[in-house]
């Protein structure tokens, strides 16, 4: 029974994934702050292109592809140039129109096999990469944007990345001892020269987001959002969306749980990145399994899969909301890309938001760092 459930749900993504690499679908969603919004145009302007969201004035496709696992092994072995390269440009096939990487991943490895796929379709994509921390070693130290560190960073990017500006260039953490002003005047002046097109920040506080677009207009900010990890919804993605900004959750099927990639009895080795992450805990993940348990209820009822309803309520929420799923699969990608096709009524919001709520969340971050840089 479950195996004819799984074979339904993959049929089913198949021709919702092959709908939309013919450029065919545009439904129209319900979001989430529709009953808020009343007149104010909340976010990004609209994208010219159907089925394409803005962040800021950027536009991308509805989500994108997280590179980060791939050659650095973040979640899983390194994998293999030949065996990435088919995933990242099966992508493209797919609609996806954007990339995400950073110098710190590998470091500097993932934006090398980013560049090399991306490179023959180079005008197609919208490439996205961070820079922020100290990698003067070769391995990650502190963090370093200091205006000299971040031209020289970028220099390497565009070689790594083998194009002549980077169309989102991020802050990947700030630096506490550079003033927010100085990196994005530093990104505004790259932007002048046409090496950068947009400038982004990730894991800043919605203060420190106020000051930077002020500097330069922030294209979009990129932080930790997921049916579990929900601590930025209020103040941080309203300020987005008051800004004009567009936000791209990381993590957003939870670092593989919300796609049903382990479960309880998961243990993670020391060596295993997520054996730090507080909400996998064996005491956290048996309590999450409730979320997830009511992630495959939507799913069954829906058609879908639960990576596919976990990523469609993302996008449900906000009509400037990115996420962008990291994924060392090809089928996985198409999965994802199913997310799209899949609407939530404002009662079926409602009723899911009201579920999750009853469930107690382990590990996961507390209200008040939401207005604390990360
Ligand atoms: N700004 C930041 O500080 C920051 C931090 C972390 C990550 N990021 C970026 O955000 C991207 C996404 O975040 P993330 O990779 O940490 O978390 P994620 O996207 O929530 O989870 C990635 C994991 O989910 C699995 N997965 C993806 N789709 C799946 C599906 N349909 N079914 C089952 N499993 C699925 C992947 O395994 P498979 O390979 O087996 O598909 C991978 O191990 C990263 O790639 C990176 O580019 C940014």
Known sequence: MKEEKKQVNRRSFISKSALLGAGLVA??????????????????????????RMLGALEVSPIGLGCMSMKSG???????KKEMIPVIRGAVDLGVTFFDTAEVYGPFID?????????PVREQVVIASKFGFDLTSGQRG?????????RQAVEGMLKRLRTDRIDLLYLHRLDPNVPIEDVAGTVKDLIKEGKALHFGLSEVSPATLRKAHLEQPVAALQSEYSLIQRVLENEVIDTCGELGIGFVPWGPVCR?????????????SSESRLSAVPYFTSEAIKAHMDVLVLVRQWARKKNATPAQISLAWLLAQKPFIVPIPGTT????????????????????LKEFRND?????????RGPETALIDQ
């Open 111 to 119: 934006e090398e096999l980013v560049g090399e796929a991306l490179a």
């Open 356 to 364: 999750l709520e009853q469930i107690n969340l382990i590990g996961v």
């Open 142 to 150: 502190g963090r370093n944007s200091n205006p000299a560190y971040i």
């Open 27 to 52: 439904s129209p969603m319900t979001f989430a702050h529709e009953k808020n919004s009343s007149k104010k145009i909340e976010g990004s302007k609209a994208a010219s292109s159907p089925g394409k």
């Open 329 to 348: 699969k090809l089928h996985h990608m198409k999965e994802n890309m199913g997310a799209i096709n899949i609407n939530f009524t404002k009662s079926e």
């Open 74 to 80: 973040s979640y899983n072995p390194p994998r293999d």
């Open 256 to 268: 593989g749980f919300l796609g049903d990639k382990f479960n309880e009895h998961s243990r993670f």
